[in-house]
């Protein structure tokens, strides 16, 4: 029996030639989609921050010092669930905030720790691998900027 050669269909050669190509397409995108979805969860990170920076700054207008999570009213995770918050130094002069990846949002390993420091009238922004939070500058402004 004889096929017209435009009923015949793709060869097992053209069929692994496609899907060659499609892993290769795939391992190029990939690891770049992943690295913009951590970029666009750090926005859940800045957006805890600015609140809880201004609850601090409400509670400094009422009385004479900042103060941590429970008296700002503010949650211990940041609304997507990406990080974890935690006040670890406050006072009259100053608070410093704790920001930590959690779940896959750990993967994020230049962005890992984020620590917003109000210090008199200054905000000081720092990031790090580790708690130590000692990235240099042109990666702590990739961290804290989207």
């Not at 990080?83 to 949002?105: K, P």
Request: proline share 3%; glycine share 8%.
């Amino acid at each position: 029996m004889h096929t017209p050669s435009s009923a015949r269909g793709f060869t097992l050669i053209e069929t692994l030639i496609a899907m060659a190509v499609a892993a290769v397409l795939s391992g190029i995108a990939l690891p770049s989609f992943d690295s913009q979805l951590r970029k666009a969860r750090r926005a859940d990170a800045l957006t805890a921050v600015a609140q809880i920076q201004g609850a601090q700054e409400r509670l400094r207008s009422r009385s004479t010092r900042y103060g941590d999570l429970a008296e700002i009213g503010a949650a211990a995770v940041s609304s997507a669930g990406h990080y974890t918050l935690q006040i670890t130094a406050f006072g009259a002069d100053g608070y410093a905030l704790l920001v930590t990846a959690t779940g896959t949002q750990a993967r994020d390993a230049e962005c890992r720790f984020m620590v917003a420091r109000a210090v008199g009238m200054n905000l000081v922004y720092a990031s790090g691998v580790d708690a130590g939070v000692t990235n240099p500058d042109p990666i702590n402004r990739r961290c804290w900027s989207l």
